[in-house]
């Protein structure tokens, strides 16, 4: 079985590329974080530690988020992430931000245009079937089985626009494009450390 190379970035022992991969991408968008800040005592002999959490998301389910970076999910991992966004559902209530709420990703989409990076988020977030929790879907955020595209709004704030055209249309694209492109491009071999340039810290 192939191991995940541990990787330095920002400060943090990233436990895979894919992960630093997704900073890269955080930190393009000008989006505060922090990386595994604690971990869960889920019941039942489950213990879990969500990758990320972004602090001060904007738009459709606003505020702190917690992010789980997945190359390939195991049926084990989808259990703890759906009893994680269980955990925080609001009491009779399927829809609404739950206080877990937790964005699952995967790879960091292909495309060469805003247009085809868009077309791959749609396709993972609606997998054939599969019980396991979709990347990039409002599910284990709301409840809401809907798209959700992780960008840069025309303010420049990070936000996740919903699988709709109205949504979409308040979205960066040229700076969402350029965030996936800087992510997709990083490279950290032999000690190197991406330059992001129009993150928070260069606007």
Request: hydrophobic share 35%; glycine share 10%; proline share 4%.
């Amino acid at each position: 079985m192939l191991k995940n190379i541990q990787t330095n970035y920002k400060g943090y022992l990233f436990r895979s590329r894919l992960e630093a991969r997704w900073a890269v991408f955080f930190d393009a968008c000008g989006m505060d974080y922090e990386y595994e800040p604690e971990g869960f005592d889920l019941k039942d002999g489950l213990k879990y530690l969500p990758d990320f959490l972004l602090h001060g998301v904007v738009g459709r389910s606003g505020g702190d988020l917690y992010v789980e970076v997945k190359g390939k999910m195991s049926q084990a991992d989808a259990i703890k992430i759906r009893k994680f966004a269980d955990y925080g559902k609001a009491e009779n209530n399927e829809i609404g931000k739950r206080l877990t709420a937790i964005l699952v990703l995967s790879r960091i989409p292909d495309g060469e245009t805003i247009e085809e990076i868009l077309c791959n988020i749609q396709e993972s977030a609606y997998p054939d079937n599969s019980d396991y929790p979709a990347p990039f879907n409002f599910e284990t955020i709301d409840g809401d089985y809907f798209a959700a595209y992780p960008g840069i709004n025309k303010d420049g704030k990070f936000e996740l626009f919903g699988d709709d055209s109205n949504y979409l249309m308040s979205m960066d694209e040229t700076k969402t494009e350029k965030a996936y492109r800087l992510a997709r491009q990083a490279r950290f071999e032999f000690g190197q450390t991406p330059e992001v340039i129009g993150g928070k810290d260069n606007a």
